[in-house]
């Protein structure tokens, strides 16, 4: 069980009593989601200290020199690989994509191979790791003086050392062939910032070499918190996605539990798809009993072997057919079936963030188990059957709040409280990021 760290602060006025009030923590004001200089301290406290974010997945760049440019937060990021020493492993490397001279983003493309980093603006060259390893002029001009004398113009001062003059290196975890990053260098071991519990379903997908399929983007007009909110809310898809409560992929009634790890930031919810079909979704307004597939290979599922898990929290074997979790701040791991995805959240501003979609597979996949894959990622990314209903809703909880940032949420299904559950039908899992995401920021 968690312990109940969270629950001392759900309803007790915090530091900043005026942003809260005395309201409990399962009543949010609209301000977390509209507020520019909150915004700032959650991208300084949340994106850039203390926390491992996501950079990407290692089959993006297989070969030495492969990188790919991305973000922690707002600011710009690369993963890039480089070759190891004989007989040892490739190295991947995170570097800030900010030269370390006057700030220009030397990489422009979204991925490609390189041998080395160089400036456009006044071509600083960088090794693979983010060493500086020369740039122009350093030893200044030839010339002659009036005198006919040959003299040096320009260059860098006598005591400048390229070795003060790397890029910002990040601290880097790989795990199960999944990159994460941090530039706060004494940020926690990985695994413990998971928690053996979290951890033990992240190691239930990334338990052999991945297959990349394909990559979606969008932009949504709303808070980062709210796309968390989403993945944190297993009460939404049974009643929201008609695609969803028509084909009976997630309802209300099926079997499911809901895991945090112990200071409730990230979350899994663990769910199994009914075998047999109840009659709840005939209550819900977005059954649609008419509603048929032309073509129903997208709802072609084949259980696989590694859906099985000895969970530790329940201490028990079982099959879930989906988990969704939530990597706080800005990851989301999807298995939904046999589609596979990770969502990147890149907040762009208080009111809108980037959310970047790499649907994959596992590198053994026989080609019918690809073909299957990508299939059902036609239920998600921007314009999914089903995803295409989250982005849309996201977006009218932001313009209402923007219109009225006094109005509050109410998060109260299942109760004020933090902890597990076993069912969907809770909010508790937005109680705990919130719970904890106060107790950070002190708010
Ligand atoms: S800004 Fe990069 S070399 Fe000048
Ligand atoms: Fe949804």
Not at 311 to 320: F, M
């Amino acid at each position: 069980m968690n312990a109940p760290i969270a629950n001392d602060i759900l309803s007790s006025p915090q530091a900043q009593p005026m942003f809260w009030g005395n309201a409990p923590t399962s009543r949010a004001p609209g301000r977390i989601y509209t507020d520019q200089e909150l915004y700032q301290r959650e991208l300084d406290t949340l994106f850039y200290k203390g926390h491992w974010c996501y950079v990407g997945l290692e089959c993006e760049i297989p070969k030495a020199g492969d990188f790919k440019r991305t973000k922690i937060g707002e600011r710009s990021v690369v993963m890039v690989r480089e070759r190891g020493r004989p007989g040892q492993p490739d190295q991947i490397h995170v570097l800030e994509n900010r030269c370390a001279h006057r700030g220009v983003a030397f990489v422009r493309e979204r991925s490609g191979n390189a041998r080395s980093f160089v400036c456009p603006y006044h071509q600083w060259t960088y090794k693979l790791n983010g060493d500086l390893v020369g740039l122009t002029f350093r030893q200044g001009v030839d010339a002659v003086d009036a005198c006919g004398e040959k003299i040096k113009q320009g260059g860098m001062p006598e005591d400048f050392q390229l070795c003060d003059h790397g890029l910002t290196k990040l601290k880097v975890a790989r795990r199960g062939g999944v990159v994460f990053a941090s530039f706060d260098h004494e940020v926690e071991p990985f695994e413990e910032y998971l928690g053996a519990d979290v951890l033990a379903y992240f190691d239930r997908i990334f338990h052999k070499p991945l297959k990349l399929l394909g990559i979606n983007r969008q932009r949504i007009p709303a808070n980062w918190k709210l796309m968390q909110e989403n993945i944190k809310d297993p009460y939404h898809p049974g009643l929201l996605h008609t695609w969803f409560v028509t084909f009976g992929l997630w309802r209300a009634d099926q079997n499911s539990q809901m895991i945090m790890d112990t200071h409730h930031r990230h979350a899994v919810m663990v769910s199994r798809r009914n075998e047999v079909s109840s009659n709840i979704a005939a209550n819900v307004t977005s059954f649609r009993e008419n509603m048929k597939l032309h073509d129903d290979r997208v709802l072609d599922v084949v259980p696989e072997a590694w859906w099985k898990l000895n969970c530790p929290v329940q201490k028990a074997e079982i099959t879930p057919t989906v988990t969704m979790m939530t990597l706080f701040p800005s990851l989301i791991i999807q298995q939904q079936v046999n589609s596979l995805s990770t969502r990147h959240i890149q907040p762009v501003s208080e009111g809108v963030f980037d959310f970047v979609w790499t649907h994959f597979g596992f590198e053994d996949d026989a080609e019918e188990m690809t073909r299957r894959r990508l299939r059902q990622s036609n239920l998600f990314g921007p314009a999914g059957f089903v995803s295409a209903d989250d982005g849309e809703v996201i977006e009218f909880v932001q313009q209402a709040y923007r219109a009225n940032e006094e109005a509050r949420t109410v998060s109260e299904m299942d109760g004020q409280e933090v902890k597990n559950t076993d069912h969907n039908v809770t909010e508790t899992l937005i109680r705990g990021m919130y719970a904890y995401w106060r107790k950070t920021l002190s708010i």
